[in-house]
């Protein structure tokens, strides 16, 4: 089970996942092993700042239940890692979890290693234990490509072959993801480029301002299309992009994302480095959603960050990206809606809220002492969804404008809000997702109001999922 936020500090997660204390960020390896899902993490365990890179580890039955383990890989005194165990996954190779991940050391310049470390015991369904190899697998980045940022493998299989994929940046600002064949774990031969920031979709979908593409990610859909999730690093971590497209043969034995579509992948300011996880029908996916207020903060309250709801996500006939909550995160909604009117109703620090709006609705869900008040603004007709915090400034990285939403027109459009805490995850139907952080002050009042003609609202607190649920 996750573990409960402190009691005094109210914007403090409880039902997503997170360490106890200190520092947590990218999702790492969601991986299924003998009927759990275990899901590791980039974590600090001694403080709540981006330094001493560990991977945390926890594993769940049920997508809603987590069970806290110890550290699954700490840096190596002298070790390849010995700067930090970065982001990567984890994979069965035959018959044995292991990790591929990115070790720095404490000179590195943006250029990782790729290492392996393999779960001790593969009968133990928690997978406490991780061994890991005392030489990386891959040194650095291919030669003549002048690549300035490499890490964070992503392994994958594809014409009946194992492939890695590499997140890169290159000397003259162009971001790529590089190509790896990797089919024996131990041996990875560079097998060109997959795609980099020159192609004309991904131009027009990210724009020009990144210089490198971390933690890539690719999973095929049931319909054939494939996916390509990209953090897009412009010196400083910023936000995320999708393409959709799919994978053709190239003449030296490698792969070439011919894109079709892309866009941006979370419309949020609190969204990056997703991982995903391919199953049978369905791709999971997690994202990290950092702390927005400032570090003093964040040292008094003695944790930073969280990770987010697993998403679900698809491909639509056009090729742009679906995406809803897992039907797992219905576990944590209590027996019974504690409101199914327009309000005004107070509300819970954690609670999962769905409005269908049939004409231009507001929904406001907190407000302060000084008459400030957080939308969601939801328009139907015109297929547009806002959502304004400007009440509740920002402390960190980008600004606190409003965020706003299009999606198709229609007749009707519903909305789904989870709260847990200070993490906000508003999904648009299944079309868009936005994740901002919004920290209440000890006068606000949290209060939910629906207003517009013929809308319906659902609410139902957020709970610790009981037996036989």
Same mark, same amino acid.
């Given at each position: 089970m996750s573990v409960p936020a402190p009691s005094h500090d109210p914007n403090a997660p409880r039902f997503r996942i997170r360490p106890p204390a200190n520092w947590v960020n990218d999702p790492n390896g969601p991986f299924r092993w003998r009927g759990r899902y275990h899901l590791f993490y980039q974590?600090?365990?001694?403080?709540?700042?981006?330094?001493? !890179?560990?991977? %945390?580890?926890?594993?769940?039955? +049920?997508?809603?239940?987590? &069970?806290?383990?110890?550290?699954a890989l700490a840096p190596t005194p002298g070790g390849p890692d010995e700067g930090g165990c970065w982001s990567g996954c984890v994979v069965d190779d035959h018959g044995v979890p292991t990790a591929v991940y990115t070790g720095v050391d404490r000179d590195h310049t943006g250029l990782g290693t790729i290492c392996l470390a393999s779960a001790a015991d593969p009968d133990d369904e928690t997978l406490t234990e991780w061994k890991p190899l005392p030489t990386? !697998?891959?040194? %650095?980045?291919?030669?003549?490509? +002048?690549?300035?940022?490499? &890490?964070?493998p992503f392994v994958f299989r594809h014409g009946g072959r194992r492939w890695a994929l590499v997140g890169a940046g290159h000397a003259d600002g162009t971001p790529s993801v590089l190509l790896y064949d990797c089919d024996?774990?131990?041996?990875?031969?560079?097998a060109g480029v997959l795609i980099d920031g020159a192609d004309p979709v991904a131009a027009a979908a990210f724009g020009d301002t990144a210089v490198g593409w971390e933690c890539p990610q690719l999973c095929e859909t049931s319909g054939g299309d494939w996916v390509l999730v990209v953090s897009l690093w412009d010196k400083e971590p910023r936000s995320t992009g999708y393409l959709t497209g799919r994978l053709d043969s190239v003449a030296d034995g490698g792969w070439r994302?011919?894109?079709?579509a892309g866009g941006r992948l979370d419309h949020g300011r609190d969204f990056y480095a997703p991982a995903v996880l391919q199953e049978a029908g369905r791709t999971l996916m997690w994202g990290w959603s950092w702390e927005a207020r400032a570090q003093p903060e964040i040292d008094r309250a003695g944790w930073a960050g969280v990770l987010t709801a697993p998403r679900v996500i698809d491909v639509a006939p056009d090729g742009s990206l679906r995406v809803a909550p897992a039907p797992e995160v219905r576990l944590l909604r209590a027996a019974e809606p504690f409101t199914t009117s327009p309000g005004p109703a107070p509300l819970p620090q954690a609670y999962d809220l769905t409005v269908t709006a049939r004409a231009h609705t507001a929904v406001r869900l907190l407000r302060s002492a000084s008459g400030a008040e957080l939308t969601i603004g939801v328009d139907p007709v015109q297929g547009t969804v806002t959502l304004d915090r400007s009440g509740w400034p920002r402390t960190a990285h980008l600004d606190d404008a409003a965020v706003e939403v299009r999606v198709p027109a229609g007749e009707e459009l519903t909305v789904r809000v989870l709260?847990?805490?200070s993490l906000y995850e508003v999904f648009v139907g299944d079309h868009a997702m936005v994740t901002e952080r919004v920290y209440r002050r000890p006068d606000d009042v949290p209060e939910l109001l629906v207003t517009g003609d013929g809308v319906s609202v659902t609410a139902w607190e957020q709970a610790p999922p009981t037996p036989g649920r």
């Open positions: 974590h600090n365990p001694d403080s709540p700042v981006h330094a001493n !890179v560990h991977w %945390g580890h926890v594993s769940s039955p +049920d997508l809603a239940r987590w &069970r806290h383990h110890p550290v990386p !697998v891959v040194t %650095g980045p291919p030669d003549g490509l +002048d690549v300035v940022m490499f &890490r964070d024996d774990l131990s041996r990875w031969r560079f994302l011919v894109a079709r709260v847990d805490g």
